[in-house]
């Protein structure tokens, strides 16, 4: 038998990853067939495992390999060269990978359901870029609302596919990463170890991110209304308005339950 190898793949895709077994189960296979079904471009799966020391990683390891069909499983200690502020920026600051031109990063508790009626969504997600030069770091979530920094529009559109907006989350993002790995550099790469967050004020990767590429000061970020997905963060606030998520494993099967309800309504799928 002949494997037929593409390399380097178009899109790597990456969960990041740290515990809640129970959650990965509904989030990732979900995700995963959301995006890549059906889709002619050639693409990457890795897993990334932050914070390995307290993780169920065998469980985990496991799992990718055995049921969710990834190439790569990556484990990563927060014992040293552990990024500053919130816990969610070690896995980023430690992961953007070059490899494809395409990166695609899903946290844990992200959810992506597909519209019934897309037929290839990394190929969708392809062309928007190629028909924008301009266009490097593009997101796409629906429960932006409970925000307490505002998405909003910044400047004109930045095509008829992807709206310019000021900001954007780490649950969710698309990095052409021949186009953003120059503007991250130019911005002095990522400050690791510069960012904080007692709970009162902060300054995360997801802020840092927003700084350098939101319009004027950086290209843009694109929000990709028209993705025939639906891309929900599986947790609420802990009080409405505030800046913070209450992070409990019920809370969070109790949110993806919801969503997928909604969306199976929504969608008749």
């Not at 953007?96 to 844990?108: A, N, Y």
């Not at 529009?153 to 954007?168: H, I, K, Q, T």
């Not at 700084?211 to 970020?221: D, S, V």
Request: hydrophobic share 35%; net charge negative; aromatic share 8%.
């Amino acid at each position: 038998m002949t494997t037929v190898t593409t390399y380097p793949p178009s899109f790597t895709i990456a969960y990041l990853v740290h515990s809640d077994v129970e959650l990965l189960r509904r989030t990732i296979p979900t995700t995963l067939a959301a995006l890549t079904r059906g889709t002619r471009h050639p693409y990457d799966l890795v897993l990334v495992v932050d914070g390995a020391e307290s993780a169920p990683a065998d469980e985990i390891v496991e799992l990718a390999h055995a049921t969710w069909g990834f190439d790569e499983v990556r484990l990563r200690w927060r014992t040293r060269h552990r990024a500053s502020g919130d816990q969610a920026n070690n896995i980023h600051t430690h992961f953007v990978s070059d490899k494809s031109r395409f990166l695609i990063t899903v946290e844990g508790d992200v959810v992506a359901f597909r519209d019934p009626n897309a037929t290839d969504v990394l190929a969708e997600i392809a062309e928007t870029f190629d028909q924008c030069p301009q266009l490097a770091l593009a997101q796409r979530i629906d429960d932006h609302d409970c925000w307490q920094w505002k998405l909003e529009e910044v400047g004109p559109p930045l095509s008829d596919r992807a709206r310019s907006v000021n900001r954007v989350s780490s649950h969710f993002l698309i990095y052409d990463t021949q186009r953003a790995r120059p503007v991250m550099t130019a911005a002095g790469g990522i400050p690791g170890d510069r960012f904080h967050d007692d709970g009162q004020r902060w300054m995360n990767y997801e802020d840092w991110l927003s700084h350098t590429f939101a319009h004027p000061a950086g290209p843009g970020i694109g929000y990709l209304h028209h993705l025939p997905l639906r891309i929900f963060h599986c947790d609420e606030k802990t009080t409405p308005g505030s800046a913070h998520y209450r992070r409990d494993i019920t809370t969070r099967l109790r949110v993806f339950a919801e969503r997928e309800h909604a969306v199976k309504e929504e969608l008749g799928a």
